[in-house]
């Protein structure tokens, strides 16, 4: 017995000497592949190591107050709003080649993870692989946002307003998964074409395994004074004062087969399969620190009713109809900018019943302490419905609402 354990204590020691003298070579090998990579602090926290390899991480938050009168008349308090909105985790870069990049983004916040319309946290926001052919043509494959109106595309971190359109949130297609492809076309001078389609499940992200039906998206941007600084097309106002007048427009079309959810790859579930189709036409303005943005919506279900009802007589519906979101602001000083945004919603006799017309009107301001990456924002608006009755338990309201967004 004396000697199993003189054996295992002399093993002991052998393998902490071992361990002891093996501590300078791995420091010396760690630090000679830290002086190959490089850590830069610009547009988040970036680690690079030659052409094989990029990793690029970026976090963001909103922290949200607002409130909700109890009606257009009664200015009296009739709910609060006090919440993380906005919970974000970001990645991308490359590995191997910069022809082969990735972006993940995670979500941790309620509204974040769908939790609002399933039992089921979503986590995953982005999850795609890309393939750069070259500057202007690369491909994806996995779960991305689909090419449809610019305010959907647009980072939620840059906004103008601290929430998106309720047109947006009606009309919108959202995230898929699927195979994505870009190219841009550079016919003439400060011509500038860009081409977007995508092939994709048409159930929204994490979706289970579905039926057979599939979502084709297509969209076509035609910018005729060239590019935006710091691809403004694709950030709302205008914080880099465009020195030359800068427009985009672009259509988008959407044909989702066999859709499982109220608004195709969004929503609650519905009780029957629909098709539905989605048109999109939205453009954007800047010029000199003014800046103006539109978008139109129009949603149908081709073939079916887009009500669905189950044999208890509950009803789930496509928002069918039309849908019209306009912005305008003026950038006061350079970290200062005042915006207003005018909404309607018109939707289908057929379901009018069950999601009636809507219109708002907000006026907000911003102040950017670094541009949209840290930003105090708030606005004032009032939202109404104008073909209901004034006894309707849908209310006028006015609503107030102050948010801060903090990232990197």
Not at 48 to 53: G, H, N, P, R
Not at 243 to 264: D, F, Y
């Amino acid at each position: 017995m004396k000697i199993e354990q003189s054996v295992v204590r002399n093993k002991f020691l052998f393998i902490v000497v071992a361990l002891f003298f093996s501590i300078p070579c791995l420091v010396s090998a760690q630090t000679e592949s830290d002086e190959r990579a490089l850590l830069q602090v610009d547009e988040g926290i970036s680690f690079t190591k030659d052409d094989i390899f990029k990793l690029n991480l970026r976090f963001r938050m909103q922290n949200r107050a607002a409130l909700y009168s109890r009606s257009g008349d009664d200015l009296g308090i009739g709910q609060v709003e006090a919440m993380v909105r906005r919970l974000r985790l970001r990645f991308d870069g490359f590995v191997l080649s910069p022809k082969i990049s990735y972006y993940i983004q995670l979500s941790f916040s309620r509204g974040d993870q769908d939790l609002y319309n399933g039992v089921i946290a979503q986590t995953v926001r982005d999850a795609i692989i890309y393939y750069n052919f070259n500057e202007n043509f690369y491909i994806g494959f996995g779960q991305s946002k689909l090419p449809g109106n610019r305010q959907r595309v647009i980072s939620s971190g840059n906004q103008q307003f601290a929430e998106r359109s309720f047109a947006n949130a009606r009309m919108t297609i959202d995230r898929d998964f699927g195979l994505f492809a870009y190219y841009t076309l550079l016919p003439a001078d400060n011509l500038i074409i860009n081409l977007k389609g995508a092939l994709t499940t048409g159930e929204g992200r994490n979706a289970a395994i579905g039926n057979n039906g599939m979502a084709y998206t297509g969209r076509i941007e035609l910018l005729p004074f060239g590019n935006f600084m710091d691809n403004g097309d694709y950030s709302e106002g205008d914080l880099n004062f465009e020195p030359s007048p800068k427009l985009s427009i672009a259509v988008s079309n959407s044909i989702n087969k066999r859709a499982l959810r109220t608004g195709g790859q969004v929503g609650r579930e519905l009780y029957a399969e629909r098709d539905i189709e989605t048109l999109i036409v939205d453009g954007v303005f800047k010029y000199d620190g003014w800046a103006a943005t539109g978008e139109y919506f129009k949603r149908t279900t081709p073939s079916n009713s887009p009500i669905s009802e189950n044999l208890m007589g509950d009803r789930r519906f496509v928002t069918t109809g039309q849908a019209f979101n306009f912005q305008g602001s003026r950038m006061l000083s350079a970290k200062t900018e005042l915006a207003m945004r005018y909404t309607v919603l018109d939707t289908d006799e057929t379901i009018a019943s069950l999601e009636p017309d809507r219109k708002t009107v907000l006026l907000g301001s911003s102040r950017y302490l670094n541009g949209h990456r840290i930003k105090l924002q708030s606005f004032v608006g009032y939202e109404w419905f104008p073909e209901l009755a004034a006894t309707s338990s849908n209310k006028d309201f006015w609503v107030l609402m102050f948010q801060v967004e903090f990232g990197i």
